[in-house]
């Protein structure tokens, strides 16, 4: 109830700031699930700032509750959005439920998943926020997204007609293509962390489980993997913000530089430049590491439960994924130090996911809204 109340006092505000003049320079952009530059919000703010020296960005990034940060979303921002020609959004913002845009706003859905595994939107709402989902969604004028088959699922999980998604790229995949960016990027990292440089980077980069608002911890035996794995093999941990939140990262670097908590590091195509090797389960993570042609394992260790209780899946799940499953940390190990077998399987997985492999999405998705 709190937060509709907020909604609708974010609708009341966005009314009177219609009074004032639209602005084709001005952009709103929501990027409350990654607000780095190397997001796809980020690089397109980038490429516009090259291109118009008159844009304007007003950003909203993560939930700050400090008296400024909740003055300025419900006073300033929906003044901000009501002066914009463009919405650039990387999440849901569920406000937009309640508003009236203006005739001929542009609000274009980057969503931060490159594709997905697990089922979401309008697949796993039910009841009043189901309505207040299909509300927002209707708003959305341009859904961008990086193939043929994410286009046909991400129009049912939108509630979108196809002519409203556009099969561009996604601009963030762009740095991907980019030998020269990488080079710069990894370059940088180890600038930062030289004790890692001549490691095997692994990075576990689990994703959110509804069942962790209560519970939020790592299902990793990490005693279990340092005394089983080889010694200039390192683990780099990239939690969820919400899980990141109750970690102790103490608990990482007790384990003598053979675990890093990478959790509040920015950059996450830095990270999957650098790694060796990706450690996931559910997360869209690897429709952007699946460019880099490495071993990918999928740590599943709750498979069962979440695809009879939890989300679900839009496809059989061994089946679909590029890699091993394996349900515990013996089983992980195993594959860390045993042979890669899923290169046929990952080039194929590679080819439905990219419509382009070019790395000019950005350019492409300019051409459509400019």
Known sequence: MKKIIGY???????????????????????????GSAQSSVGVVITAIMERNEKARFSCLRKENKSKKALFELFVVKPFELARAGTVLLDNEFLPMAYLKLRDG???????????????FGHDISSGKML?????????????????????KLYSHTFGLDLEKVYVTGIPRTDMLFDRQALLRIEHSFYETYPELSGKKLVLYAPTFRD?????????????????NTPED????????????????SGEASAYCGKVYDMSGYSGLNTLLCVSDVLITDYSSIIFEYIVFDRQII???????????DGRGFYEDYRDYVPGAVVLDTEGLINEINGDDGFKEKRKKFFDDAYEYKDGKSTERLLKLIL
């Open 105 to 119: 706003v542009k609000v274009v859905q980057l969503w931060h998943g490159t594709g997905t595994i697990k089922k």
């Open 298 to 308: 999928f740590y599943a260790y709750d498979l069962d439960t979440f695809e009879n």
């Open 8 to 34: 609708r006092l974010f609708a009341i505000m966005y009314r009177i700031g219609c009074l004032f003049r639209p602005d084709s320079n001005r952009y709103f952009c929501v990027m409350t699930h990654d």
């Open 211 to 227: 069942s962790q608002i209560d519970n939020p911890r790592v299902m990793l035996d990490l005693k279990k993997w340092v005394d």
């Open 233 to 248: 093999t390192v683990l780099l941990l990239r939690l969820h913000p919400f899980v990141a939140k109750y970690y102790d």
């Open 131 to 151: 309505d207040i989902v299909e509300r927002a969604d209707s708003k959305i004028t341009h859904l961008i997204v990086n193939s043929q088959y994410t286009k």
